[in-house]
């Protein structure tokens, strides 16, 4: 059967491909913890559910213009500007069906054939098969495992050419959790604005974060206009209120450039559901209800993540990890375990579920496959059923 050449190089997500496994096996009855997750495990605050329903009773089931109701894109835009210190327009924000959409939406609308894009690897598994799709190239470059995986202005400059209009990455990272400081987040900013690349920060994890002095990781809006080149940032709604089902994300840019997102998304989707855009619009404009719900669920990642960390270390010693600094995922350094019989991290993430019935997802996915990405979304007994497993089982390899 042939198919476009749009998709010929098209990879399916391995993220769910290991969960939808994980799904199988538990309804033929295996016991299986799954931390291949990429979602919180909670459910959405009820007062965020309701006014989804509500907005449905009120008659809020038709379009909306396509960039999203006028009073969601005003909402979003005031929690930008206060974090900014200064006024950001509502015209900037395009509301879309996921963060994933808004990330395409970009990439689709600018660059194409003959552009390459730089993608920080270990990456977020979309990120290069969107570029594929918009028919641009993508170019790989290495964090250092010194820096916990993350890039340098130096990284970026060892593999720049007159090809690349674009960088894109996440902060704080899926699939590592580490997190890019200021200063660091500083330089990449300098960089793509001294070379006049498309910087696309993805912030979906931002308020899901463990540092000290503020109860969000840095971000693009934290530098002024004129320290920014051209650039994109990316959110939603999914992970910090625990809204993935829901599908809103949004991205944030010049004017002019949003307006092309948002006709390129009115051949694609038109507008994102009606009723999520109702509930999306309770969690921006109820900010301080909002702020506690994230707090809560912050508190409940930050125990889990300490947990991970200290049993990590006593019952897999001698096994590298990125420590997240946000977001809720480990990025486990397997390096150690692999030989003959398990040659990379797709047969050990296979033999793991398998013979123990843990999920995990392989390095590979990400473009590292001396790693597995780790899960901890989840409850505290879960993750310490887990580690267990996983430590007898390399117990029995030895």
Known sequence: MRFSENIRLLQPSATIAVSTLAKRLKAEGRDIIDLSAGQPDFDTPTWISDAGVEGIRQGGTRYTPVPGMPRLREAIAEVLSTRAGRPLSPDGV????????????????????????????????SYPQMVVLARAEPGFVAGSSERDLKLTAADLDAVYDDSV?????????????????????????AW???????????EIYREIYF???????????????????????????????????WRIGFSYSDADVAKKFSAFQSHTTSNAATPSQFAALAAYENRARSA???????????????????????????????????????????????????????????????????????????????YVRLSYATSDELIEDAIGRVSGFLGQQS
């Open 292 to 370: 506690e719900a994230i707090r809560e669920m912050g508190q409940a990642f930050r125990r889990r993540r300490d947990l991970l960390v200290r049993l990590v270390k006593e019952k897999l010693p001698g096994f590298d990890f990125v420590k997240p600094e946000g977001a809720f995922y480990m990025f486990l350094n397997i390096e150690s375990a692999l030989g003959a019989s398990m040659p990379d991290s797709s047969e050990f993430c296979k033999r793991i579920l398998e013979e123990v019935g843990v999920a995990l997802v392989p390095g590979v996915a990400f473009g590292d496959d001396r």
């Open 192 to 202: 793509a604005r001294e070379r006049n690349v498309w910087l696309l920060s993805d």
């Open 165 to 189: 209009r674009g960088f894109m990455f996440s902060t704080p990272s899926n699939p590592t959790g580490a997190v890019y400081t200021r200063s660091e987040l500083g330089d990449l900013v």
């Open 211 to 245: 540092g000290e002095g503020s109860s969000s990781a840095p971000s693009l809006l934290d530098f002024g206009a004129d320290e920014m080149g051209p650039a994109v940032l990316i959110d939603g709604v999914s992970k910090a209120y625990a809204m993935t089902g």
């Open 94 to 125: 395009v509301v879309s069906s996921g963060a994933k959409q808004s990330l395409f939406n970009a990439v689709f609308s600018l660059f194409g054939p003959g552009d390459k894009v730089l993608i920080g690897t270990p990456y977020w598994t």
